[in-house]
């Protein structure tokens, strides 16, 4: 749980830099075989972890976001598509 909060926060630092005029995010996911990648994909965009099965090849999620304006007092909001490749691990 620790892990997948400091990536939300990592995430929402990354969106906070794209200039105004990018809304469209790739994020790649790589790592080991049985590291929690696709885990991590599913628990963000809000799909059920219990029944994953190891990945072959890649998937790829969308999720949207939409950031709250905030700077000297605007009420801009910005809506962001995040893609999330999921590529499938490597044995060590």
Known sequence: AII???IIMG???ILRKI???????RILILGLDNAGKTTVC?????QPTDDIEPTLGF?????????KGGRNGDNHHS??????????????
């Open 59 to 67: 998937n790829i999620q969308t999720l949207q976001h939409q950031s």
């Open 4 to 6: 997948i909060i400091i």
């Open 42 to 46: 599913k628990r963000l965009c809000g």
């Open 19 to 25: 200039k105004e005029k990018e809304k469209e995010v």
């Open 11 to 13: 995430l929402l630092s």
């Open 79 to 92: 809506t962001y598509q995040l893609n999330l490749w999921d590529v499938g691990g490597q044995a060590t």
